[in-house]
């Protein structure tokens, strides 16, 4: 059985840095994209970042320049690292990882990042 394990979240101040890590465990085959959503209270889902096994990248606009997504194919694991946090990037994070063409759709618990003002 797979599963999606996140870490890295936590209470941080504005303009602080947090980097979240996300590792499965199980086997999953054909890897496509690994991804970040987001969920703040009382709001939608949202994409934070998504990167595909071949090195595409893409990024919400309000993210830009400030969080990075990375990958480690072989460790079956995405990472982000958030700078220059701002109290509107608050909210539970959930990492997913994408598998074609199955189109099985993984997803972690989610973590919690706070920033305060």
């Known amino acids: 059985q797979v599963q999606l394990v996140e870490s890295g979240g936590g209470l941080v101040q504005a303009g602080g840095s947090l980097r979240l890590s996300c590792a499965a465990s199980?086997?999953?085959?054909?890897?496509?994209?690994m991804g970040w959503y987001r969920q703040a209270p009382g709001k939608q889902s949202d994409l934070v970042a998504r990167i595909t096994t071949g090195g595409s990248i893409k990024y919400a606009d309000s993210v830009k320049s400030r969080f990075t997504i990375s990958r480690d194919n072989a460790k079956m694991t995405v990472y982000l690292q958030m700078n220059s946090l701002k109290p509107e990037d608050t909210a539970v994070y959930y990492c997913?990882?994408?598998?074609?063409?199955?189109?099985?759709?993984?997803w972690g618990q989610g973590t919690q990042v706070t920033v305060s003002s």
């Open positions: 997913n990882f994408l598998s074609l063409p199955s189109g099985d759709d993984y």
């Open positions: 199980g086997s999953i085959s054909r890897i496509n994209s």
